[in-house]
């Protein structure tokens, strides 16, 4: 079992930046993959950035160069620092752990953010 706790959200403006951080806590050496998705209201949840266990990262395209997923050094919480923020990036942010051996997803409650223009 493996518990993700997301936090970081809220409201800012247009170019501005958050940080968003997802705690793992539980049987963490079983997680292979972490990512973050968003899901904006009526549209369907899409992948933002993903980071494995061996360090390989990878983002959308449409958040290229403007958001950075890193992890602290004991791989325990995962970060997602968004900056230059557009009103497009306003979602429910959720952290996603994969586990190595069964491919199984554990989802975290979502975070809100919200950019004003």
């Known amino acids: 079992q493996v518990q993700l706790v997301e936090s970081g959200g809220g409201l800012v403006q247009a170019g501005g930046s958050l940080r968003l951080s997802c705690a793992a806590s539980g049987s963490i050496l079983s997680i292979y993959t972490m990512a973050w998705y968003r899901q904006a209201p009526g549209k369907q949840r899409e992948l933002v950035a993903t980071i494995n266990r061996g360090g390989s990262i990878s983002y959308a395209d449409s958040v290229k160069g403007r958001f950075t997923i890193f992890r602290d050094n004991s791989r325990v919480t995962v970060y997602l620092q968004m900056n230059s923020l557009k009103a497009e990036d306003t979602a429910v942010y959720y952290c996603?752990?994969?586990?190595?051996?069964?491919?199984?997803?554990?989802w975290g409650q979502g975070t809100q953010v919200t950019v004003s223009s």
């Open positions: 996603n752990a994969m586990i190595r051996d069964s491919g199984y997803l554990y």
